[in-house]
C-alpha cells in the first residue's frame, strides 16, 4: 500500500526550512529517503529502521515513529542544491520491494 | 554499494513492437525490482525478479506485456510488448543489496509513436 506524502510541492528561500511527512497505513520494518532531479536517478538520503530511532546528515535529517508508522524529513538552512523531488519508500518486511510515496517537489529559491 | 549498468537510456519505437532493457549489476544479488515511472509521478513496482524462478508481478502487470528474464545474479532483462503509446514512461531497475539503500540504474526513457 502506497504511502502518504506531505506536502505535495513546497517552494522555500535559501535558508529556510521545511518537513516532509511520510505516513503509512501498515506495520513498516524501514522507511527510505530518496531525492530525485530532474532526469536522474533517485539518490539515497538515508534509512530509519523500525525502533523509532532519528538520524542526520549533515543539514538533512530524518525521525520514525513506529507506533503511528509515520517518518518525516527534516531540511534545515536550505541551499539552492536541495531542490528536486523528495519520495519515502516503504518497506514492509526487509525482505520486500520499496513502495514509494507520491513524492514532494521541492524549489528552493535564491 | 553496486553499480547498475542499465541500457538502453532512451529509445523511440513504434507501437506494436517490443523493446528490451538490459540491467547488469556489478555485485550477485538476489532480487532485483523494476519499476516504471510516468512524468512527474512517482515510482511504480512492476515486479521482482529473482533468480531461478518466475518474476513476481504486481497488481495491473502481467508477464504477457511484460515478460522479465533473470538468468544469474548479475543481469536481468524486462521486455516492453506490443507498445502503445501509453506505455511512454522511464524505466529503471534497482537493487537493495544488504537490505540498506537501494540502487538504481539511469534509467531508460520510452516514447512510443
Redesign the interface.
Known amino acids: 500500500q502506497q504511502p502518504v506524502q506531505s506536502p505535495q510541492a513546497v517552494i522555500l528561500r535559501e535558508g529556510e526550512d521545511a518537513v516532509i511527512n511520510c505516513s503509512s497505513s501498515k506495520a513498516l520494518y524501514s522507511v527510505h529517503w530518496y531525492r530525485q532531479k530532474h532526469g536522474e536517478a533517485p539518490v539515497f538520503l538515508m534509512i530509519l529502521l523500525k525502533g523509532g530511532e532519528q538520524k542526520g546528515h549533515e543539514k538533512i535529517s530524518a525521525s520514525f515513529n513506529e507506533k503511528k508508522q509515520q517518518s518525516s524529513l527534516y531540511l534545515t538552512a536550505s541551499q539552492l542544491s536541495y531542490s528536486g523531488t523528495y519520495f519515502c519508500g516503504t518497506d514492509a518486511s526487509g525482505n520486500t520491494p520499496l513502495v514509494f510515496g507520491k513524492g514532494t517537489r521541492l524549489s528552493v529559491i535564491a | 554499494s553496486a553499480v547498475i549498468s542499465q541500457k538502453p537510456s532512451r529509445d523511440i519505437c513504434q507501437r506494436g513492437t517490443s523493446l528490451t532493457i538490459q540491467c547488469q549489476v556489478d555485485s550477485q544479488v538476489t532480487?532485483m525490482?523494476w519499476y516504471r515511472q510516468q512524468p512527474g509521478?512517482?515510482?511504480?513496482?512492476i515486479a521482482?525478479a529473482n533468480q531461478g524462478s518466475e518474476a513476481t508481478y504486481e497488481s495491473g502487470f502481467v508477464i504477457d506485456k511484460f515478460p522479465i528474464s533473470r538468468p544469474n545474479l548479475t543481469f536481468s532483462t524486462l521486455t516492453v510488448s506490443n507498445m502503445s503509446p501509453e506505455d511512454s514512461s522511464i524505466y529503471?531497475c534497482?537493487v537493495?543489496p544488504g537490505?540498506?539503500?537501494?540502487?538504481?540504474?539511469?534509467?531508460t526513457r520510452l516514447t512510443v509513436v
Not at chain 2, 509521478?41 to 513496482?45: A, F, G, I, V
Not at chain 2, 537490505?99 to 534509467?107: I, L, P, S
Open positions: 532480487m525490482f509521478q512517482s515510482l511504480t513496482l521482482t529503471l534497482s537493495i537490505a540498506t539503500e537501494a540502487f538504481f540504474g539511469q534509467g
